[in-house]
């Protein structure tokens, strides 16, 4: 199975500011996918990230609000843009190998 | 609109007790259906995965069901232990979503010693 790993694993942020979380696959994968699960919450697809092409965004989340980087086969990123306490949530990614997906260990973002 | 429902929200038992966790999707047409498990502050925990031509998975104490026609899918844990405590993810990935999987609200499972 893939082993994901994310940078940071949490953050305390002010209002207004930006943060970029990293994803790193141990293998080489065609879909990335990053999710947010906010407080007591399930979770709810943000974006897919394909390498090579634009990510391809949920209803309810915008490329302006949710940058997303993937110049490669193994790593992707997530931007949380002009922050506000409402983006606190915990955000991870995960991909697919096979039929199963699998989940990073969180980024769990606090924004003051 | 497709969606994902997990009953009961929250369930206590004894250590011991089998541990019946239900699941139900509002379209048939799926690919799979995942179970996941989440610790608190921690990311998920793949446990079975069930493709949409199978009727059930086992791994050890675990047994998960699968049945299309109703939209139903149900998670067993035989013998439950304290450290069965976490919270219980279905996840649909349907047909018209290939890769995108729809996650129920959980099941917070509490097995007291």
């Known amino acids: 199975s893939a082993v994901i790993s994310q940078k940071p694993s949490r953050d305390i942020c002010q209002r207004g500011t930006s943060l970029t979380i990293q994803c790193q696959v141990d293998?080489?994968?065609?879909?990335m996918f990053w999710y947010r699960q906010q407080p007591g919450q399930s979770l709810t697809l943000i974006a897919t990230?394909?390498?090579?092409?634009?990510?391809?965004?949920e209803s309810g989340f915008v490329i302006d609000k949710f940058p997303i980087s993937r110049p490669n086969l193994t790593f992707s990123t997530l931007t949380v843009s002009n922050m506000s306490p409402e983006d606190s949530s915990i955000y991870l990614c995960?991909?697919?190998?096979?039929?199963?997906?699998?989940f990073g260990p969180g980024t769990r973002l606090t924004v003051t | 609109k497709q969606e994902v429902t997990q009953i009961p929200a929250a369930l206590s038992v004894p250590e011991g007790e089998n541990l019946v966790l239900n699941c139900s999707f509002t379209d048939s047409a799926i690919y799979n259906l995942q179970w996941f498990r989440q610790d608190p502050g921690k990311g998920l925990t793949s446990l079975l995965l069930?493709?949409?031509?199978?009727r059930e998975q086992t791994s050890g104490r675990l047994n998960a069901s699968l049945d299309k026609s109703s939209g139903r899918s149900t998670l067993y844990i035989a013998a439950s232990q304290p450290g069965d405590s976490a919270t219980y993810l279905c996840?649909?990935?349907?047909?018209?979503?290939?890769?995108?999987?729809?996650f129920g609200a959980g099941t917070q499972v509490v097995v007291t010693p």
């Open positions: 069930i493709q949409s031509s199978q």
């Open positions: 996840a649909v990935e349907y047909a018209d979503s290939w890769g995108k999987f729809q």
């Open positions: 293998s080489q994968v065609t879909m």
């Open positions: 990230a394909n390498q090579g092409s634009e990510a391809t965004y």
């Open positions: 995960s991909v697919s190998e096979g039929y199963e997906q699998y």
